[in-house]
Structures are given as C-alpha cells and as structure tokens.
C-alpha cells in the first residue's frame, strides 16, 4: 500500500496564475482531509470530502480556494489566482472513515511557493 | 475559541534524560486529544491518542482535565525520538478528521 500520493511535491506560481494540488488517498479509504500548514504554524484544517461530496468546508477561505473529490480519480485542491499568502505546504489526509477518531493517514504535502 | 499550545519550539536533551513535551488546550465540551510525529523526511503519523491509554515507543500522555494539559512523557529519551511533534484537538463540526493542531516542538535528542 502506498500510502496517500499527493502531487507535485512541489509547485511555482507567479501571482495570479492557478494552482492544482492533487490527492490519493489509500486504497480503501474514501475520506479525503485537505490541511494547509504555513510557516511556522500548525496545520490547519480545510475541507472534509466523501466521494462527490463536501462534507466540511469550514476552514475553506470564501474565495479562490475549491476542492473536489470526483467518483473517479484524485481529489482536487484547486487555488486560483494565487497571491504570496498562499505560499505554504498542503496536506491531505484520508481514513476509511471507520477508523477511530482523530487516526489520520497524511500525505508527504504539497510545497506552493508564489512569486 | 478552542485551541493548542505548544509553548516550546524547540526543546533539546541528552540521550536517556527525561523528556516531556507540554501540550495545554481550550476546548469547551469533552475533548479528544491527540500527538501526531513527523521523523526526518517521514510523513505526520498518529503517535498515540488519549482514548487508548496506551504507551507507543515508550511515550505516554496523560489527559489533565484540571489544567487542561495533555503533555507527552517519556522517561529515557533515544536519538530516534529526535522529530517534530504535533498536539492536536479533535474539533466541532462533525468531522471526524477535523482536527486543531499546535504549532509543534521540535525534540532534539543529542547522544
């Protein structure tokens, strides 16, 4: 099992453009977590996502940012037209969703770095 | 609000010396804690949660309702403790992954 994929590991943005943060998550596990984790911060919660719903978005911010989770394929973190304040590292997570509370499975992270 | 402190940044000791990482939090209703560990170049991994009790590596933290304290002890730490450490928080809204992390300590165990 290889654990969940995220990818790129890395990503360059200049100011404006979009960026797409993609995520596996374990084999059989069907609840994706997007966290974002800023420089010298905690991680911070996202977006909660079954398979084509969004189950929690309350730490989503109101504009530019989305998620999806498709029937089929990666869930997607999508941020349009970034700005410098996005620059962090986002990690998804996922469970099968009859683990115990709290037992999250997490990606290696996505670096966003905007110039 | 609820939330994790994490007051040390960093903390470092010596091979076999006692170790405890300082965890406090606010939280209004009964809460789940737990510490997660990222070991170099390694992914966060759940370490141990207060529900089970258990000990894991040698590690265990106790739930302190009193002082609202959740801090991770062990009594002779090893080099291969040396990791960054996150308290978290099992939150509100109904998501099970919904969790409130600290900023992290950094453990640096020195031989």
């Known amino acids: 099992n290889a654990g969940v994929m995220q990818n790129p590991r890395h990503l360059v943005r200049r100011r404006g453009q979009e960026a797409r943060l993609r995520c596996s998550p374990m084999?059989?596990?069907?609840?994706v977590y997007w966290y974002r984790q800023l420089p010298e911060e905690g991680l911070k919660f996202m977006v909660y996502l079954q398979k084509e719903n969004i189950i929690d978005e309350s730490g989503m911010p109101k504009e530019r940012f989305s998620a999806e989770f498709p029937k089929e394929g990666p869930s997607i973190l999508r941020i349009q037209q970034v700005v410098r304040g996005d620059s962090a590292a986002y990690f998804c997570?996922?469970?099968?969703?009859?683990?115990?509370?709290?037992?999250?499975?997490f990606g290696e992270g996505s670096r966003l770095t905007v110039l | 609000a609820q939330r994790v402190t994490q007051p040390e940044k960093l903390l470092s000791v010596f091979k076999g010396a006692p170790v405890e990482l300082k965890c406090n939090y606010s939280?209004?209703?009964?809460?789940?804690l737990f510490w997660y560990v990222q070991y170099s170049r390694q992914r966060l991994q759940l370490l141990l949660r207060h529900i089970s009790r258990e000990s894991i590596k040698g590690f265990t933290a106790d739930l302190n309702k009193g002082e609202t304290s959740f801090h991770l002890k062990k009594p002779f730490a090893q080099e291969e403790d040396s990791a960054m450490y996150y308290c978290a928080l099992s939150g509100h809204g109904g998501s099970q992954g919904n969790l409130i992390f600290g900023k992290g300590t950094k453990l640096s165990v020195k031989p």
């Open positions: 084999k059989g596990h069907s609840h």
């Open positions: 997570a996922s469970t099968s969703g009859t683990a115990n509370t709290g037992e999250l499975f």
């Open positions: 939280y209004s209703g009964s809460p789940e």
